[in-house]
C-alpha cells in the first residue's frame, strides 16, 4: 500500500487514512468558520468596530500524520547546530524530540531502530524551491511560478498556484526534505508571496502549509527584471530602472501604512478606512517586520546598494537568494544580520553569475555571516546533503576550518532560521518538531541516502519498505510508478 495524496485511491495505510479524513474535517471547518476579518471591506464596520485586516486568510490546515514513540540507538548524530556525538539515541514521541543523549531508556512500547553505522540529522531544509508552482511535467499548462504582467506584483502569492500533485515533493522527501520554502519566480521586481511547507501529501496546499510559520516577499534584482521588461519597452529596462521601481513601491507603501495606521489611531469606527490595496498589503507587512524579504541578487555591489534601500525604508532583508558574491561581502552580511542562500557550484551562466567560486558558502560562514544551501531545482533538492558536501570541500581545500557538525547546519538550522521557524524546527533538541533523518552512511557520503525519514514523528518514507512511502495520485499508474 501507497501513501497517496490527495484522493483515497485503493487501499490506504491505516494511519493515513485517519490523517487524512482530520485534514478534510479541518478543511470543512476552515469553510464554514468566520470569516469577517478577511473581508477586507472598505466603508465603516457597522458594528462599533474599526475594520482590520486578517492576516492570514488562507490557514494552515495541517495536522501531522499519526506517529508512534521511536527510539533511534547507537547512531551518529548531527544535531544540526554544530554538534556532532557517537553513539547516540534520538527519542521521538507524541511528534516531539522527547531525548537525545547516551543510553535512554526506551519508553514502554517504543519502537526500537537500530542506529550503528548509521547517521542522524534534522530534516533537511530548502529555502528556495518552486516545486508545486513549477511542478513535473514540466507543461506549459504547470507554469504558475511567475505572474509576469507587471514588474510589481506583490498581490499574488505563491500558494495559489501550488499544485500538491507534483510527484516532486515524493522525490524530495527521498531524499530527506521535510520542509521546504516555495517561491514565486524572478521575472518581477516584487514576485509575490512565497509560502513554507511540510513536505506531506495533501489534498490541499492548506494542508501542507507549515503553521504559523512567517509569510515571506520574492524580490529580484539584476538582469531578470530588467530583461524581461526592457525587451518589451517597458520599465525598468536597466538597473536604474529596478532601483526606481523598488523605490517607488516602498514609498507608496509607507504612505499606504500612515494612511491606515491614523485611521487605526483615531479610533472612529464610522470613518471611512483607506482603499484595501492586496499589493501595498504585503508590502506594508514587510514594513511591519511581519514578512520576510527574500532576495533574488547576484552581485555583490547590488546587495549592497539594497541594503542602503532597506534602511531607507525601515525594513529588514532576511536572505540574499543566489548570491554568487556574498563572498565578497561576507562581513556587510553578518553585520546587518542577513542570510545567504547559495549553490555549491553553479555560475557562469549568465554575466551576473560570471564572478562565481565554489568556495562561496565556505567564505560566507567564515565571515561569520549565516551562510546556507539551496536547490532553486527540482533536481538538487533530492541530493542538497551532497551539495553541501562539495560545498564543504571546497572551503576545506582553501584552507577554512569548518567542520561536519558546523556544515549541517548549512541544510538544518540555517534555512529554518531564513524561515523564521527555529523555533520549531532545525535542530535536534528537546521539545522541537521530530524531523528527522537517519541515513545509511556520512551525509556527506557520495553513497548516502536516507534510509527513514520522520516528519512531526511521523515515517513518512522508509527505503526498505514501499508501503512507507508517499505517492502523489498523479504518479499512480504511470510508467515508473514508485521507482526512487
Known amino acids: 500500500m501507497a501513501i497517496h495524496g490527495s484522493r483515497n485511491k485503493g487501499a490506504l495505510w491505516p494511519l493515513m487514512a485517519g490523517a487524512l479524513a482530520g485534514l478534510a474535517a479541518l478543511g470543512l471547518a476552515a469553510c464554514n468558520g468566520d470569516t469577517s476579518d478577511s473581508e477586507g471591506s472598505n466603508g465603516g464596520s457597522g458594528d462599533g468596530e474599526l475594520v482590520r485586516f486578517n492576516p492570514d486568510p488562507y490557514p494552515s490546515t495541517y495536522t501531522p500524520f499519526p506517529s508512534e514513540v521511536v527510539l533511534i540507538q547507537g547512531a551518529t548524530v548531527f544535531d544540526g547546530i554544530g554538534g556532532e556525538f557517537e553513539n547516540y539515541d534520538v527519542l521521538m514521541q507524541d511528534g516531539r524530540i522527547a531525548g537525545i543523549g547516551e543510553g535512554l531508556e526506551a519508553p514502554e512500547g517504543a519502537t ?48 495559489h498556484g501550488v499544485w500538491p500533485q507534483d510527484p516532486g515533493f515524493d522525490a524530495a522527501l527521498a531524499g530527506g526534505v521535510t520542509t521546504l520554502h516555495v517561491l514565486p519566480g524572478s521575472a518581477n521586481l516584487f514576485g509575490g508571496r512565497g509560502i513554507t511547507l511540510r513536505n506531506v501529501p495533501s ?99 547590488e546587495m549592497a546598494q539594497v541594503l542602503d534601500m532597506a534602511d531607507e525604508f525601515g525594513y529588514q532583508v532576511t536572505t540574499f537568494h543566489h548570491a554568487v558574491e556574498a563572498y565578497k561581502i561576507g562581513d556587510l ?58 560545498a564543504l570541500a571546497a572551503g576545506r581545500r582553501l584552507g577554512i576550518e569548518v567542520t561536519d557538525g558546523e556544515a549541517v547546519a548549512w541544510f538544518t538550522s540555517n534555512p529554518a532560521r531564513g524561515l523564521g521557524i527555529f523555533d520549531e524546527t532545525g535542530s535536534i533538541e528537546e521539545g522541537k518538531r521530530a524531523d528527522i533523518v537517519l541515513w545509511s552512511a556520512h551525509p556527506f557520503s557520495t553513497y548516502a541516502v536516507a534510509d527513514h525519514v520522520y516528519i512531526d514523528g511521523a515515517l513518512m518514507f522508509d527505503r526498505e519498505d514501499p508501503e512507507r512511502r508517499t505517492v502523489r495520485d498523479f504518479t499512480l499508474g504511470q510508467p515508473g510508478e514508485g521507482v526512487l
Open 112 to 159: 526500537l531502530i537500530d542506529g550503528r553505522g548509521r547517521y542522524v540529522t534534522p530534516g533537511v531544509i530548502d529555502i528556495h524551491s518552486h516545486l508545486g508552482v513549477y511542478p513535473s511535467p514540466g507543461v506549459s499548462a504547470h507554469q504558475d511560478g511567475n505572474e509576469i504582467t507587471a514588474p510589481v506584483t506583490a498581490e499574488v502569492w505563491a500558494e
Open 203 to 301: 489534498r490541499t496546499v492548506q494542508g501542507m502549509k507549515f503553521p504559523d510559520a512567517p509569510y515571506t516577499l520574492k524580490m529580484a534584482c539584476g538582469e531578470n527584471p530588467k530583461r524581461v521588461y526592457g525587451s518589451q519597452g517597458r520599465a525598468p529596462g536597466s538597473r536604474m530602472g529596478n532601483m526606481a521601481g523598488y523605490r517607488e513601491a516602498w514609498q507608496r507603501a509607507v504612505e499606504y501604512r500612515r494612511s491606515w495606521q491614523r485611521y487605526w489611531d483615531a479610533g472612529d469606527a464610522e470613518a471611512t478606512p483607506p482603499t484595501r490595496n492586496l499589493e501595498l498589503d504585503t508590502l506594508m507587512g514587510v514594513l511591519e517586520g511581519e514578512i520576510l524579504v527574500q532576495m533574488h541578487c547576484y552581485r555583490a555591489d
Open 333 to 390: 552580511l553578518a553585520e546587518e544580520d542577513v542570510c545567504a542562500a547559495v549553490w555549491a557550484d553553479w555560475g557562469g551562466f549568465k554575466m551576473e553569475a560570471y564572478d562565481s567560486i565554489n568556495e562561496n558558502l565556505a567564505l560566507v560562514h567564515a565571515a561569520g555571516a549565516c551562510a546556507m544551501i539551496h536547490s532553486d531545482d527540482q533536481l538538487g533538492i533530492q541530493r542538497l546533503n551532497q551539495e553541501v558536501a562539495k
